[in-house]
């Protein structure tokens, strides 16, 4: 039986990658604490003692404005440990799986971003991703690298939760309208890592692929999908009722929501590259949505 190693499993997609990976071998998924990607030391010591035979990388400093404040922390394990990761993998002959994101591009292009376009982060965050993603392909071991986007879940720290909170403690909510992507669920990510992996031998697909869901919108198209699809199951599942109306949901320009780090205008990927070498079509982002939620049995707010 083969041995994944799994970083990141308390966060959005390595919590579900822990299931989705379970019919593929045994998961060994140790906490921060054990493998703390800001300490290389640890992460020879963790895969050494482990000898996976994948690792799957789902761990990173996710923290978009905080990272302008700490830009060794998130360079440490953003950039320089995704490297380390590659070379221990080299060492062993394992496959290497690592996440990335839109962030590494400056949202200028008119339509959505193929692997090939010109990468340009505007900010700490997408510089150290783009950095783990280049440290990786340095090092020439086999990988998989995939670029999604404005991940949600019921669980952990996203936007989608973010929006409910606001939701259950405000009357009136302004959202930016003119920042558009698509949201993808953590779980979608997941189910979909792991149809590669079973699908293909990743020394015969390795590269980078764009993995979102189908379809795009604005945060705000976003803020307003959740409270509709929020009230819609309500009152069958027992929710609370949220103080914001969905009419009070306003759209706003960048300019008048001023964050610390610049985020891009457009952050669309196109997933043609994923569709022609693995034969998937991923769901529409609305209705991957309605299936989070549909899935949720309780939301804490
Ligand atoms: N969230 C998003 O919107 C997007 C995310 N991505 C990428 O997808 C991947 C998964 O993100 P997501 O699931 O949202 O992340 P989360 O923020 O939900 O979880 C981050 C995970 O990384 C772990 N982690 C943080 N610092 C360290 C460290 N020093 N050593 C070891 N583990 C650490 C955390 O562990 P602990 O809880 O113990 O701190 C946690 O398990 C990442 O590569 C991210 O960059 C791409 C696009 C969008
Ligand atoms: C909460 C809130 C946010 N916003 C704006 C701020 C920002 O421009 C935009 C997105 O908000 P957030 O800061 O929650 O999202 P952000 O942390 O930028 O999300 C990003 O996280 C990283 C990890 C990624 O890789 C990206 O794909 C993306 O998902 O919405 C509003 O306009 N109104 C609001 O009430």
Redesign the pocket.
């Known amino acids: 039986m083969k041995t994944i190693l799994l970083t990141g499993a308390s966060g959005q997609v390595g919590w579900e990658l822990q299931r989705a990976l379970a019919p593929l071998g045994r998961v060994v998924a140790p906490s921060s604490a054990v493998l703390n990607l800001a300490d290389t030391d640890s992460i020879r010591r963790v895969i050494r003692e482990v000898r996976p035979h994948l690792i799957v990388n789902s761990a990173a400093y996710?923290a978009?404005d905080r990272a302008e404040s700490e830009p060794e922390l998130a360079m440490a394990v953003n950039g320089t440990a995704p490297g380390i990761l590659a070379e221990e993998a080299k060492r062993i002959h394992a496959g290497l799986v690592h996440y990335s994101?839109?962030?590494v591009f400056d949202g200028t292009k008119p339509g959505p971003y193929r692997e090939t376009d010109p990468t340009h982060p505007m900010g700490v965050?997408g510089s150290t991703k783009l950095a783990g993603e280049e440290a990786i392909r340095a090092v020439g071991v086999p990988h998989l690298i995939f670029r999604t986007?404005?991940?949600y879940g019921v669980r952990g720290r996203n936007?989608v939760l973010?929006?409910l909170r606001?939701a259950n403690e405000r009357h009136e909510?302004?959202?930016?309208d003119d920042?558009i992507g698509t949201p993808t669920w953590s779980r979608l990510i997941a189910q979909t890592t792991a149809l590669t992996l079973s699908q293909r031998d990743i020394e015969e697909v390795s590269g980078t692929y764009h993995l979102s869901a189908g379809g795009s919108t604005s945060?705000h198209g976003v803020a307003c999908a959740v409270i509709e699809e929020y009230r819609a199951r309500r009152e069958s599942v027992g929710w609370p009722v949220l103080r914001l109306q969905p009419q009070n949901i306003f759209p706003?320009s960048?300019d008048q929501?001023p964050?610390t780090a610049q985020?891009p205008a457009n952050?669309m990927l196109d997933n043609g590259k994923l569709a022609k070498v693995f034969g998937l079509a991923l769901p529409d982002w609305r209705a991957s949505l309605q299936m989070a939620l549909d899935d949720a049995a309780t939301i804490a707010l």
């Open positions: 996710t978009v994101t839109d962030y965050y986007s404005w991940v936007f973010t929006i606001l909510l302004s959202v930016v920042q945060w706003i960048t929501y964050t985020r952050s």
